[in-house]
């Protein structure tokens, strides 16, 4: 079963890629590496949640916008490569805006982690950081890269 059809059986669909805040490209290729840009959770062009965990969001919501995160990065891969051309998930980097005192924020990446796992199998076996910060963009309450390895092809 190829990732798309992985993503439909789960009943999950990739959003639109978020125009850039800034100046840098949504996701960029290296070889047989695509790196993603950090993605926070919009949902229809709009911030899902503001705040920080542990104070105006909690661990299990924060774990769901970690997964919307996921969505946005798969979306500038797919963008760029095509879903289907990833073989593997190589790394997650997650920021976990984290109110004083804060420290679960392997538990808010789970649920990046655990998406992946449910839609890639063994090949979404992959390192990770989880990290708190003072602030994010926009005062979202997390953020997510990926680092995925694609075939060697171009798909698009």
Same mark, same amino acid.
């Given at each position: 079963?190829?990732?798309?059809?992985?993503?439909?059986?789960?009943?999950?669909?990739?959003?639109?890629?978020?125009?850039?805040? @800034?100046?840098?490209?949504?996701?960029?290729?290296?070889? +047989?590496?695509?790196?993603?840009? @950090? *993605?926070?959770?919009?949902?229809?062009?709009?911030?899902?949640?503001?705040?920080?965990? =542990?104070?105006?969001?909690?661990?299990? *919501?924060?774990? @769901?916008?970690?997964? $919307?995160?996921?969505?946005?990065?798969?979306?500038?891969?797919?963008?760029?490569?095509?879903?289907? +051309?990833?073989?593997?998930?190589?790394? $997650?980097?997650?920021?976990?805006? +984290?109110?004083?005192?804060?420290?679960? *924020?392997?538990?808010?990446?789970?649920?990046? +982690?655990?998406? $992946?796992?449910?839609?890639?199998?063994?090949? =979404?076996?992959?390192?990770?950081?989880?990290?708190?910060?003072?602030?994010?963009?926009?005062?979202?309450?997390?953020?997510?890269?990926?680092?995925?390895?694609?075939?060697?092809?171009?798909?698009?």
């Amino acid at each position: 079963m190829t990732p798309g059809e992985r993503l439909r059986e789960l009943g999950e669909r990739l959003p639109p890629v978020a125009a850039p805040a @800034g100046a840098y490209l949504p996701a960029v290729r290296s070889g +047989s590496l695509v790196f993603t840009a @950090g *993605q926070v959770p919009f949902v229809d062009g709009r911030m899902a949640a503001t705040g920080k965990v =542990g104070a105006e969001v909690d661990v299990a *919501q924060a774990a @769901g916008f970690a997964r $919307i995160c996921v969505l946005n990065a798969l979306a500038a891969v797919d963008a760029l490569v095509g879903l289907d +051309s990833i073989t593997r998930v190589v790394k $997650i980097t997650g920021y976990v805006a +984290s109110a004083p005192g804060f420290t679960e *924020q392997p538990a808010v990446l789970d649920g990046a +982690s655990t998406f $992946i796992g449910e839609l890639f199998g063994d090949a =979404g076996g992959h390192a990770r950081s989880a990290v708190g910060v003072a602030e994010l963009p926009k005062n979202a309450p997390v953020e997510v890269e990926l680092v995925v390895e694609v075939t060697t092809e171009v798909s698009r």
